[in-house]
Antibody, heavy 118, light 106 residues
Framework: EVQLLESGGGLVQPGGSLRLSCVAS????????MNWVRQAPGKGLEWVSV???????VYAGSVEGRFTVSRDTSANTLYLQLNNLRADDTAMYYC????????????WGQGTLVTVSS | DIQMTQSPSSLSASVGDRVIITCRAS??????LNWYQQKPGKAPKLLIY???TLQRGVPSRFSGSGSGTDFTLTINSLQPEDFATYFC????????FGQGTRLDIK
């Protein structure tokens, strides 16, 4: 059974940093495409970043240069480093795994909440 | 970016009704279109991928159709557990989501 468990969220001041983690199990992590998707309170879904099985990364324009996605295949863990945080980065952050084509997100974690506020 | 527009933004329906939600893309996404259901406080759940393929375990009262720029999600014989928010998402390029359709009980 595929399981994804995020952690690392919390309250941070504008300009601060956080590192989110997503521990994966139940599938072959090192060949899988993994995404981060966020959802601001009461709002819709926004795709943030992807890392594919070869380690190639892509980012949404709104986070390019501030966020970094990475993975530790020995620990089956996905990371999202969030730097220079802004108030509009406040959201629930989900990690999600594709089912076939990279962006058909069939498996989601429960999310971790990031709040950016002074 | 490809813009995704859903309609309606909200609707009210009764148990047993048939509901249709539409999604329009700002340019063709062929059939790279997915539908998700989200309940309050929960992560989204994939219902349909590739425009019309039902994800494993999803009831057959859900169906999807369309290609190019226009897509529909149909829910036949609404059940109490179907009242939720629904999102479309294109996966033709970097993903973008519709704004969501909130389905509540009339």
């Amino acid at each position: 059974e595929v399981q994804l468990l995020e952690s690392g969220g919390g309250l941070v001041q504008p300009g601060g940093s956080l590192r989110l983690s997503c521990v994966a199990s139940g599938f072959t992590f090192d060949t899988s495409t993994m995404n981060w998707v966020r959802q601001a309170p009461g709002k819709g879904l926004e795709w943030v970043s992807v890392i594919d099985g070869s380690g190639r990364t892509v980012y949404a324009g709104s986070v390019e240069g501030r966020f970094t996605v990475s993975r530790d295949t020995s620990a089956n863990t996905l990371y999202l480093q969030l730097n220079n945080l802004r108030a509009d980065d406040t959201a629930m952050y989900y990690c999600a795994k594709d089912i076939f084509s990279g962006y058909d997100l069939g498996y989601w974690g429960q999310g971790t909440l990031v709040t950016v506020s002074s | 970016d490809i813009q995704m527009t859903q309609s309606p933004s909200s609707l009210s329906a009764s148990v047993g009704d048939r509901v249709i939600i539409t999604c329009r893309a700002s340019q063709s996404v062929t059939t790279y279109l997915n539908w998700y259901q989200q309940k309050p406080g929960k992560a989204p759940k994939l219902l349909i991928y590739a425009a019309s393929t039902l994800q494993r375990g999803v009831p057959s009262r859900f169906s999807g159709s369309g290609s190019g720029t226009d897509f529909t999600l149909t829910i036949n014989s609404l059940q109490p557990e179907d009242f939720a928010t629904y999102f479309c998402q294109q996966s033709y390029t970097l993903p973008t989501f519709g704004q969501g359709t909130r389905l509540d009980i009339k």
